[in-house]
C-alpha cells in the first residue's frame, strides 16, 4: 500500500493536481462574487474566505511533517512548498481585498484600524513573517541562502500559524463564537505539539 501510494505522490501529475486543488476555493470565491452568490454581504463573504483558506493552507503546510514521519511517506515533502505558496497567496489576497472592499485602499485609514486593532494587528503581522518565507521559496534563493538558514528562516512558520490562529480567535470572539477558532487552535496545537515531542525524543535518544 505504502509503495503504491509513494508511487501516485510522485507521479508527474501530482503538483498540477495539487495546484488545481489549492485554486479551487480562489476559483469558486471569484464565481460567486461574480454571480453575485456570495450572500447578504459579498465583501465580507470574500474576506473572510480567503482568510479561511489562508489558515486552513498554513495547518495543511505544517501537517506535512507529522504526515511524512508517521506515514513513512517521504513523497509527501515535495508538497509543502507549494502548500506555503498559496497560503501566502491566500493571505496577500486576504489583505488586498480587506484593504480594497472594506477600506477603499485609504492607506491612512488602513494604517490607523491596523494599530487600534488588536486582531488586524496580529494577522498583519502574520502577513509580514510571510513575506521573507515566499521570497526564499525558489530553488536560486535556497542555494544562495544554503540549505541551514533557508530551514531557520522557515521556521518562522510556527509564528506565522500560532498569529494565524489568534487572529482568527479574535476576530471570532468579538460576537462570541469560539467553535471554529477553537478546532483550528487544537489542530494547532496538536501539530506543534508533536514537533516538541519529536525534539525531545531526539535529545533523548542522542543522551542515550
Known sequence: MRTLLTKLLLNRA?????????????????????????????????????GDWTLRGLLLTLAVTPLRELTGLAALARFRRMLGVFSFVYASLHLLAYGWLD??????????????RPFILIGFIAWLLMLPLAATSFNRVIKALGA???????KAVYAIGIAGVLHFVWLRGGKNNFAEPTVYAVIL????????????????????
Do not use: S
Open 189 to 208: 496545537a496538536a501539530l506543534l505539539g508533536w514537533r516538541v515531542w519529536r525534539r525531545v525524543q531526539t535529545k533523548q535518544r542522542g543522551r542515550g
Open 103 to 116: 477600506m477603499g485602499l485609504d492607506f491612512g485609514d488602513i494604517a490607523v484600524d491596523i494599530a487600534k
Open 148 to 154: 541551514k538558514r533557508w530551514q531557520t528562516l522557515h
Open 14 to 50: 501530482a503538483k498540477p493536481l495539487l495546484f488545481l486543488l489549492c485554486a479551487a476555493p480562489l476559483g469558486w470565491l471569484i464565481y460567486g462574487a461574480v454571480a453575485n452568490r456570495l450572500g447578504a454581504n459579498p465583501a465580507e463573504a470574500l474576506i473572510r474566505g480567503l
